[in-house]
């Protein structure tokens, strides 16, 4: 059983940053990949980034490709995702989700999920 807590949300103006976290308890952190998607009000959950267990492999959406990055620290169990130059439409919450498999959870079919954190942009 692993469980993933996500932290770090709230509120920031446009164009601001954040950085929310998630910490993974319950397993062996360093062999799954993660990765982060987010569901805004009346829409589907949506990828958004991920990044494989060794970390030498990373991938976004179109829509926050040079904005977002996503990172892990094994020796701390944590993945992140720092958000750059936010704009209304990423308001949504946030999950973070774990599976073995990096092609699976980049299409959504993560093993385990957090219980997500809502990420608010003022326009």
């Known amino acids: 059983q692993v469980q993933l807590v996500e932290s770090g949300g709230g509120l920031v103006q446009a164009g601001g940053s954040l950085r929310v976290s998630c910490a993974a308890s319950?397993?062996?952190?360093?062999?799954?990949?993660m990765g982060w998607f987010r569901q805004a009000p009346g829409k589907e959950r949506e990828f958004v980034a991920s990044?494989?267990?060794?970390?030498?492999?990373?991938s976004y959406a179109d829509s926050v490709k040079g904005r977002f990055t996503i990172s892990r620290d094994n020796a701390k169990n944590t993945v992140y995702l720092q958000m750059n130059g936010l704009k209304p439409e990423d308001t949504a919450v946030y999950y973070c989700a774990a599976d073995r498999s990096h092609a699976r959870l980049r299409v959504g079919k993560g093993d385990y999920w957090g219980q997500g954190t809502q990420v608010t942009v003022s326009s």
């Open positions: 990044i494989s267990w060794g970390a030498g492999s990373t």
């Open positions: 319950g397993g062996t952190f360093s062999s799954y990949a």
